[in-house]
Structures are given as C-alpha cells and as structure tokens.
C-alpha cells in the first residue's frame, strides 16, 4: 500500500479569458488562448504569467487548487453522457491547466463518473486528489440511504478499483443518514483512514450539528454543500461559520446555480426529462427561469463592467468569501472549463462585493435548489 501521499498542485500557466460566454463560441483557438483584444494583452508577458498561476488553497490539511473539476455532468445527470474520450479530454486539459482536485461519486452515473475519472486521471495519479462519495444504496431496488459501517467499506473498496487507485483522496459521505449515527460513520472512515486506503473524510450536505458530532470522532477535512450567488444557505444555517470555526474547507457544488448563472439557460431551454436533473427541479421551470432574469441581467450587468463573463464572476466572488473555500464548476467543454478557469484572474474588491452583495440582496430567488425528494435526504439537524 502506498504511504499517505500528499501531493502538490502542479502551477500549470493558461492565458486569461475574460470575454463573455457568446463572445468565447465565436473566437478560435490561438496557440494555447483565446482570441482577444489589444486590452487584453496589453500587460507584460512576466505580469500575465503572475496574473495566470493557479494558487493553492488548504481544506483542512489537504492542499488542492483554488478551483477543482466537478466531473458529475460529463456522465450524468447534465444530459446524455459526452463521449468518453470527450470526458477524458476535458479532465486531462483542467489538470494541465493547474487543477488538482476532482470531484466524482459512486452514485454518479451510477459508476461510470468514477470508471471515466480513474481512466483519466490514472498516468497522473500522483498529482492529484480525487474526492468521491458513498451514502446511498445502490445495489437493490429499495434504493435510499446506506451509510451503515460495514456498507461503507464495501463502497471503499469498489470505488479504489473503479478509480484504478490504492487510496481515495478525500471520502464524503453524500448525504447524512438518519438512521446511522454520525459517530458510526466517522469511526468507519477512521478506519479506512488507519488502513491507507483513504486519506481524508468529508461531509455533504450536513448540518452545523451534524458536522461538530463527526469532527470530535475523525477530523473532518471538507464540507460539500450547493453554495452559489443564488443559493445562499450555508451563510445562514451556521455551516460556512462552523467550517471557519473547526478548520474545515467548504467546497461548493453548482457553483454558477447549476448552469443558470452562465446566462445561457432562458424559458427556451429545453432540459430533457430523462437525462437532466434539472427538469424535475422547481427552480428550472419555465416560469421560474422568466422569473429570474433579473438575477442573470444584473450578473450580466457587473461581469461586462469587470471584462469578465457571469460564470467567471459566480467564481470570483466565491473565491473572494472565504480562504478555504474551494469551488467545483464542472463541465464537458473545453471552451467552458478555459472560462471557469479564468475566473481566478478577477479581483473583487470590497467596493465590488458590497455592490453584488446589496444588488442581490434586492432580489428573490424563485424556485427550490432541488426537489421534494431530494430535499428530504438533505441534512437540516439542529
């Protein structure tokens, strides 16, 4: 078994990209950019080489890049699944690009979300961190949640082979199971830790509570929770305070609201029923969409202001919250992952966020973030 490796982030240089999303599917590649404006290049070539460095940022003890890849929408759940070779690409070209964290679960696919990252990400195993979950029971039709010890193990062990790995980065428990105490669930990723096979435990979608009760068993590394401009719920339920209090990093999942702050996705999007989560969400209807456009117009608004595009500023402004937040856009197209990427040459200053702080503070958001069902496994222990 391979000792506990703790590998850096590789600092891998791309060029800035700073237009908007309509402006990027327009442009053609140019060495390694983009198309752009006299402005843009206007810098020195040593100032955009300091500009364009991936930093680290530390969750718990686990160094990884300020941004991650989240790799559910390239297998599923987004749609149909992209080509493999599309996924592996994509996934290959964000670690080149300095990204050292990547996101992926069991539940994903099922299984081939891991099948495609471990592919991926096997010739360069040893530059980065792979994070995936277990939690739900997927090995019958009475499906639910599974986070029984012995359950947990067993998931271990497919996931290393799934992955083509001897360790798991960081091992979250998906969703909080009421049925099993947290103490139960801690002590068996302790375990797991003990025997090499994983390096690190993380919480998704847990409570305040929930997460100091796993903490006091086994040091918890990470939170996951849906954390974006539009969903503002771990400022207000205790749980960015509670990471900031006990050392923990928080990882935001949809990022840029699922798609929605992309300011691509209208009333006329059409997400089709059987491949795409969304459809079933309250916040995804047709009428919801049309009642949110003031979201995505005043997005729209400050990111041409800032040179930027509203997905880049969704990233931005997460980065700018906390240090030890980590944000995980995810996404099956290059010309997308190169602007998410961009976001980490955006400086917000505080003028800036106060500005989007009172302008979205001014408005509703219309819809749930997820459905009924989904919201029922969603941990909200007080």
Known sequence: MRKNKQP????????????????LANTTLLGAGFAAGPSLWAASSDQRKAINKMKARKLGQLEVSELGLGCMSISANYGAPAPRDQGIKVIRAAHEKGVTLFDTAEVYGPYTSEELVGEALAPIRDKVHIATKFGFNLED?????????????????????????????????HRVDPKVPIEEVAAAVKDLIKEGKVLHFGL?????????????????TAVQ?????????PEKNGVLATCGELGIGFVPWGPIGMGYLTGKIDARTQLDAKTDLRSGFDRFSPENLVANTPIVEELKRFAEKKNATPAQISLAWLLAQKQFIVPIPGTRNID??????????????????????????????????MNEEQMKVVDQTE
Do not use: C
Not at 8 to 23: A, P
């Open 336 to 369: 997308h992952l190169n602007e998410n990427l961009g976001a980490i040459n955006i400086q917000l200053t505080p003028d800036d966020l106060r500005e989007l702080d009172s302008a979205f503070s001014k408005i509703k958001v219309q819809g749930g973030r």
């Open 204 to 220: 998704s979608e847990a409570s305040a509570k929930t997460i100091r009760r796993a903490h006091a068993v086994q040091p918890v």
């Open 8 to 23: 850096t982030g590789s600092n891998i240089q791309y060029h800035r990209v700073l237009s908007r999303r309509d402006f």
């Open 225 to 233: 929770t849906e954390y974006s401009l539009m969903e503002r719920g």
């Open 141 to 173: 039709a009475s499906g639910g949640l599974n986070s029984r010890p012995e359950h947990i193990k067993k998931v271990a062990e497919a996931s290393l082979k799934r992955l083509r790995t001897d360790r798991i980065d960081l091992f979250y428990q």
